[in-house]
């Protein structure tokens, strides 16, 4: 594991002890219909039975709960398509505070109304036409409010971490670790995680293909930005990958997957039908690439992260109705 790097497997180990009964310990699902399916023996760790919904509470969380006592007060503010903006709200709740959450015009409803019942207030703007990390930084600003992103952050990233830290202490060593890339805080954290624990373990990250911001970058050896990806995966619609985190990938990181938005749905699906989970589109995505093909020669054991499963009942059947 590289010394210099922003963010180390302590820092994932005190976040671990700082979420200690605060966040679940989520659980670690196997199936034998997938095993034979993908001819590997797959672990499912189910961050979509997380506080929240989604592994994002964990980073939102760690990073809140080591704010300064007299900034923590003030409040915090935060920028997000759903899942982080309802991480955020919920972390500010726990600690006794405020929040105030930017969010897409058209976020899921379900995710404004989760946010927005942890207490939160909800700012609204135009994905497409207006950049959220200029309009977050000036909400923040001009309300003396302490700013979360949603993923460049040391604390949010080692707070991701903790989820691969919970699943190599239920599976022991595996030998790939898949999981699912938006801004890249979760993969950074899981790589530290993973790369500490097992050095000879592959990394997979997996992109929608019309979000593959990350990939590219990757292959050019720098941040490369895209126009913002139109995706089933709105937790993954993002245009490039952050500075912090990119750091990270570039080193820890082995290769990129890519799935389409009908591999998400069929990996939705199967989830349901076998696993008896829900699964939000970009909470699939580890999952859709294995069931495709998309990760070659899949290795013996293999762990993978099903990041989130905010999603109503109406948008849940539309997409993965016949």
């Known amino acids: 594991m590289p010394a210099d790097l922003p963010v180390s497997f302590d820092d994932v180990r005190a976040a671990a002890a700082r979420l200690k009964g605060v966040a679940h310990h989520t ?33 939102a969380y760690n990073a809140a709960a080591q704010l300064p006592p007299e900034q923590l007060a003030r409040g915090i503010a935060a920028y997000s398509s759903g899942n982080h903006a309802q991480a955020t709200a919920l972390a500010a709740r726990e600690l006794g505070t405020g929040a105030v959450v930017l969010m897409p015009e058209d976020a899921p409803q379900s995710k404004r109304e989760a946010t927005a019942g942890y207490g ?9 036409r207006q950049d ?13 409010l302490a700013l979360l ?6 604390h949010i990233i080692a707070g991701q971490g903790t989820a691969a830290l919970e699943l190599f202490e239920e599976t022991g060593e595996l030998d790939a670790l898949i999981v699912p890339v938006g801004g890249g805080g979760l993969i950074a954290g899981s790589a ?50 952050g500075e912090i985190t990119f750091v990270i990938n570039q080193r820890l990181v ?3 997957a890519l799935v389409s ?19 939000e589109p970009s909470g699939a995505t580890a999952l859709a690439a294995l069931i495709a093909g998309r990760i070659p020669h899949p290795p013996r054991r293999i762990g993978l992260i099903a990041s989130g499963g905010n999603i109503d009942t109406r948008r849940f059947a539309q997409l993965i109705g016949a």
């Open 120 to 128: 939160a207030e909800i700012v609204t703007y135009d994905r497409y």
């Open 149 to 154: 992103p949603p993923y460049d952050h040391p």
């Open 261 to 279: 938005d009908d591999e998400i749905r069929n990996a939705m699906r199967c989830a349901f039908e076998r696993l008896k989970i829900v699964l």
């Open 192 to 241: 530290i995680t993973a790369k500490t624990r097992h050095p000879g373990i592959r990394v997979i990250g997996v992109e929608p293909v019309d979000g593959d911001d990350t990939k590219r970058s990757l292959e050019a050896g720098e941040r490369v930005e895209i126009p913002l990806p139109r995706t089933i995966a709105d937790g993954q619609a993002v245009s490039t990958p």
């Open 132 to 144: 959220r990390t200029a309009l977050g930084q000036a909400l923040a600003a001009d309300r003396g």
């Open 254 to 256: 082995d290769d990129i």
């Open 27 to 59: 659980p670690v699902l196997t199936s034998r219909t997938l095993n034979s399916l993908v001819g590997a023996e797959v672990f499912i760790k189910c961050e979509n039975f997380q506080r929240a919904g989604a592994f994002k509470f964990r980073g």
